[in-house]
């Protein structure tokens, strides 16, 4: 069985900093796209940062230059630093994987439980 585990939300000022950690557990050989996903009440789910197996990254406008997405080299972990927030940084912060292959088969996608971020104001 494979799941991925947010961790790291809470409440922080506006200029502050918060660190989100999303673990995904099982026997995983490899993933081929980590993400995190962003979602605030009466919004759309959003893309807000992507990581390729590469070490590839791609980042929403709104979040460029003051969020970092990095994958770990072990435990197939990906980070999403957040500097400078904001208070519409608020949102649900879900993480992705895509291409997830197992030794018990292949994932096309998987989704985390989420994570609250909350940016006082």
């Known amino acids: 069985q494979v799941q991925l585990v947010e961790s790291g939300g809470g409440l922080v000022q506006p200029g502050g900093s918060l660190r989100l950690s999303c673990a995904a557990s099982?026997?995983?050989?490899?993933?081929?796209?980590l993400g995190w996903y962003r979602q605030a009440p009466g919004k759309q789910r959003e893309l807000v940062a992507a990581?390729?197996?590469?070490?590839?990254?791609d980042y929403a406008d709104s979040v460029k230059g003051r969020f970092t997405i990095s994958r770990g080299s072990a435990q197939n972990t990906v980070y999403l630093q957040g500097n400078s927030l904001k208070p519409e940084d608020t949102a649900v912060y879900f993480c992705?994987?895509?291409?997830?292959?197992?030794?018990?088969?292949?994932?096309?996608?998987?989704w985390g439980q989420g994570t609250q971020v909350t940016v006082s104001s």
């Open positions: 990581i390729s197996s590469g070490g590839s990254a």
């Open positions: 099982g026997s995983i050989f490899s993933i081929k796209v």
């Open positions: 992705n994987a895509a291409g997830i292959r197992t030794s018990g088969g292949f994932y096309g996608s998987l």
